[in-house]
């Protein structure tokens, strides 16, 4: 873990809460200068603890509101077959995230789509593109809880 004091901790915990807050409000709540803050927020960029600020985006407003997720056994272990794999898995727009897993799975994919059809389309992507063991899809009913924040430790509350 990188060496983050609790202010720096409270910086990132408020920064994931709304990243688009003014540098002299989040100082104003960690009790520093706005230009310690600053200085403080560019060094957890430069240091990549901050890797970047995005805007969270309601997916069904945009026409993406169906989440699938893609279990894949792969049917061969070499390294050719995964960079083939993986660039066709990361050129595929509607794949969120992309995770090697353990287990009786090898890769989890994550997609946001249209409509089962759009589905229907990655799957022949994949297949067509690719050698997999097997491919199964489950979607998602409904939402229970997702965030982009990650866990700090207890001292950043």
């Known amino acids: 873990m990188a060496d983050l004091d609790c202010t720096d901790l409270r910086i990132l915990d408020l920064l994931q809460e709304d990243a688009s807050q003014a540098v002299a409000a989040i100082a104003e709540r960690v009790h520093l200068s706005t230009n310690a803050c600053w200085h403080r927020i560019k060094r957890l960029e430069d240091a990549g603890i901050i890797q970047k600020r995005v805007a969270l985006l309601d997916a069904a407003q945009v026409g993406a509101g169906l989440t699938m997720f893609v279990l894949i056994r792969a049917a061969e272990h070499s390294q050719a077959w995964f960079e083939h794999f993986a660039a066709t898995v990361r050129a595929i727009p509607s794949v969120t995230e992309f995770h090697r897993t353990s287990g009786d799975v090898d890769y ?50």
Request: some cysteine; charged content about 25%.
């Open 108 to 157: 989890l994919l994550k997609l946001q789509l249209a409509d089962v059809a759009s589905y229907d389309e990655v799957y022949k992507l994949l297949i067509g593109s690719t050698r997999c063991a097997e491919v199964r899809a489950v979607f998602s009913m409904e939402e229970l809880k997702r965030t982009t924040a990650v866990p700090l430790p207890a001292q950043a509350t």
